[in-house]
């Protein structure tokens, strides 16, 4: 073996789109490897075994990730300094997820959440209950929100014998269709006659609300957000459910509902005010939050925070329910979300290798156990939410399904990027030909960079710009001399700050 292979070194938090990043930007260049789901797998292996078969994928020649956190400096240097005896022609990158300490927090939370709408839709045999919940230590420690027993993770510097390649995440979903749909959100206890009464009862208006609401939004979503009371992990109240299918009877499309058990939630994110199940029913009903026919209907000031925090409109309940027929010209406040990564959040289908954890992606959550259900009502608990789905009948449920997948529209595949690449263009040079002589410092190597036509050189309108930003961006120029030509190689550091290699061939031709 003669070419040089890469080892590439994730570092970054739990939830900060490490595994989305390998899938969109490495999946067709480098093979992924992860220590700790291999630990996972197999309890008898170490990190030693990981880097010996890392070795063996560097020695056929291949390119490896490690996606994992990678925080302390010992991890990294137990891959370097064995690969380096092994594999002497293999060089290192690091890339490290770095982002605000507030907003990356929430972004990291948010992102958790989705995570966990992938396991409330598996099948009980694969749940798996500790996936998540060890993370929760992880970003605390990583936020520096509170003590930890953790170490807290060492930042990666060029002394270690990496490259350093530093990644400004966005928020991205990997995700086979957009979240497009209107929502209707409603605070459980707001459409009750009386939560204080035994007896209780939906308002008498609530479906004339409803299905008002439907009339205008067919594809759209009912969600229903309210406590759990009911100390059974798995079991809804008899009342509540006797009064979530006399509602649902009398709608023309299926009722969605997710109720929060607040004694066992992995942390504070998912308790109102936080808006932690806003981020976990945006993934499961692909819901825009920012769509004009999206509302969020409250009683309680920890619903109105909750909505308000992510830019959601909202109305009091009482007020549509006195008077239904403003749901047809109701004016909610527009809000601003003090959530700022929700702004530029992206959607982008995932790599074949990256699987969706759907039980269908075509189809409206829990469609398929619902068909089968010998009752109009079907849930599933997961990590503090019973969350489900009850409805009128069959004929119901699959007007539903027709009416959702029409609006369905699949998400954007990501661009296509191109890293680790060399380019080499022949272009005449634009210097009068008394100018045409070696550049004697660095000053003068820019400004000749600068007299390229980058466009040719380097273009790639989605990721850099049309080259354009290269010229402003440019490192490590080196010139050699050779017949009759000048050839410049040097780095440009594109508008994700992902650096790459350009070479350019300068000639005497006129």
Excluded at 182 to 198: H, V
Aim: aromatic fraction near 10%.
């Amino acid at each position: 073996m003669t070419n040089s292979v890469e080892l590439v070194l994730f570092y970054g938090p739990p939830f900060i789109g490490k595994t989305l990043h390998y899938f969109n930007h490495y999946s067709k260049t480098h093979t992924r490897i992860s220590a700790s789901e291999i630990f996972k797998e197999d309890k008898c292996s170490n990190l030693r075994l990981v880097i010996l078969k890392v070795i063996g994928l560097l020695n056929e020649g291949k390119n490896v990730v490690i996606d994992d956190e990678n925080w302390y400096i010992a991890t990294r240097q137990s891959y370097i300094s064995l690969v380096k005896k092994k594999v002497p022609i293999c060089t290192f990158t690091i890339v490290q997820f770095l982002t605000d300490i507030t907003s990356g927090y929430q972004q990291c939370l948010w992102a958790r959440e989705w995570a966990l709408v992938e396991q409330t839709l598996l099948e009980n045999k694969d749940y798996n209950s500790t996936l998540l919940t060890e993370s929760v230590e992880k970003l605390d420690c990583w936020f520096a929100r509170k003590r930890s027993e953790l170490n807290p993770p060492e930042l990666p510097a060029t002394a270690e014998g990496f490259s350093i390649v530093t990644v400004n995440p966005q928020l991205i979903c990997g995700t086979s269709y957009k979240f497009n749909l209107p929502a209707l959100f409603i605070q459980w206890q707001s459409i009750l006659t009386d939560a204080q009464n035994e007896n209780l009862n939906c308002k008498s208006t609530a479906p004339d609300v409803l299905n008002k609401w439907l009339e205008k939004n067919p594809s759209g979503r009912i969600l229903i957000i309210g406590p759990k009371t009911k100390n059974d992990k798995d079991i809804i109240e008899e009342q509540t459910k006797t009064l979530l299918l006399l509602l649902s009877s009398q709608l023309t499309c299926p009722l969605y509902f997710t109720f929060i058990d607040e004694k066992h939630q992995l942390d504070h994110y998912s308790q109102l005010p936080q808006p932690g199940v806003l981020a976990f029913l945006q993934k499961l009903h692909r819901v825009n939050l920012y769509h004009k026919g999206t509302i969020y209907m409250y009683s309680s000031d920890e619903h109105y925070r909750a909505a308000s925090s992510v830019g959601i409109r909202t109305i009091k309940a009482a007020k549509l329910f006195d008077h239904p027929h403003l749901i047809d010209s109701v004016y909610c406040g527009e809000t601003m979300s003090t959530l700022s990564f929700l702004q530029n959040m992206l959607q982008v289908t995932c790599s074949t290798s990256c699987k969706e954890t759907r039980e269908s992606v075509d189809e409206i959550p829990f469609f398929s156990r619902a068909r089968k259900s010998s009752t109009p009502l079907v849930w599933k608990y997961c990590h503090g939410k019973v969350t489900g789905v009850c409805f009128k009948d069959k004929l119901a449920l699959e007007r539903y399904q027709t009416h959702y997948k029409l609006a369905a529209r699949t998400a954007k595949p990501p661009g296509k990027i191109k890293r680790g690449t060399s380019r080499t263009e022949y272009v005449s040079s634009t210097l009068p030909s008394s100018e045409r002589s070696l550049p004697s410092s660095e000053q003068s190597l820019r400004a000749l960079v600068g007299n390229i036509n980058l466009r040719e050189v380097a273009e790639t309108p989605g990721r850099y710009h049309g080259g354009f930003q290269c010229r402003d961006s440019v490192f490590d120029m080196n010139v050699e001399v050779l017949e009759q030509r000048l050839k410049i190689t040097c780095k440009c550091t594109g508008s994700s700050r992902q650096p790459y290699d350009v070479q350019v061939m300068l000639s005497d031709s006129s």
